[in-house]
T-cell receptor, first 109, second 114 residues
Framework: DAKTTQPPSMDCAEGRAANLPCNHS???????VYWYRQIHSQGPQYIIH???NNETNEMASLIITEDRKSSTLILPHATLRDTAVYYC??????????FGKGTKLSVKP | DGGITQSPKYLFRKEGQNVTLSCEQN?????MYWYRQDPGQGLRLIYY???????QKGDIAEGYSVSREKKESFPLTVTSAQKNPTAFYLC?????????????FGSGTQLSVL
């Protein structure tokens, strides 16, 4: 299984950039890195994914290191509504995506 | 609106009872999944189906059963053999596994034991 490691919690001031790190040293060469987030008692929501190059969409940016062993999700201007658990996801031996415990991001006014 | 609908939102199970959680999608996705989430934990895969009339066990399939008779429906039955069923259950769907798929989730069902 592709194991990912994330800090359990982080704080961020409203309006500032939130940078969420993830280590995925066991990821294989053709596996994408996915990020999802889950607001309390709701289903997870897709944010972004990438393979080698940095990616950006309307929600966030994803920076992947050249060796692909780690990545950083960037929320450029965090709002209170970005308070959620953020999952950096690897792939299991059966091919399914594996959700760890994630990082609980608290955006504070 | 396209999406995934889970029902009911809250469900209570009596001792020894089987209960069925509903999951319907109108996204025309081939693959569907059931996850279990315990408080403060990540999601664990129960069952998945990549095509109609076929499904595979995930990491924690014991005490659960599924069927996939229609593309849009993937019900999960929590049987009396599941001794600790209290959890938040999430259904998801995606295009076929290509190592580049996105999962779309329903809003979940909270199951509790009376």
């Amino acid at each position: 299984d592709a194991k990912t490691t994330q800090p359990p919690s982080m704080d961020c001031a409203e309006g500032r950039a939130a940078n969420l790190p993830c280590n995925h040293s066991t990821i294989s060469g053709n596996e994408y890195v996915y990020w999802y987030r889950q607001i309390h008692s709701q289903g997870p929501q897709y944010i972004i994914h990438g393979l080698k190059n940095n990616e950006t969409n309307e929600m966030a940016s994803l920076i992947i290191t050249e060796d692909r062993k780690s990545s950083t999700l960037i929320l450029p201007h965090a709002t209170l509504r970005d308070t959620a658990v953020y999952y950096c996801i690897g792939r299991g031996s059966q091919g399914n995506l594996i959700f760890g415990k994630g990082t609980k991001l608290s955006v504070k006014p | 609106d396209g999406g995934i609908t889970q029902s009911p939102k809250y469900l209570f199970r009596k001792e020894g009872q089987n209960v069925t959680l509903s999951c319907e999608q109108n996204l025309n996705h081939d693959a569907m999944y059931w996850y279990r989430q315990d408080p403060g934990q990540g999601l664990r895969l129960i069952y998945y189906s990549q095509i109609v009339n076929d499904f595979q066990k995930g990491d924690i399939a014991e005490g659960y059963s599924v069927s996939r008779e229609k593309k849009e429906s993937f019900p999960l039955t929590v049987t009396s053999a599941q001794k600790n069923p209290t959890a938040f259950y999430l259904c998801a769907s995606s295009t076929p596994w290509t190592y580049n798929e996105k999962l779309f989730f329903g809003s979940g069902t909270q199951l509790s034991v009376l």
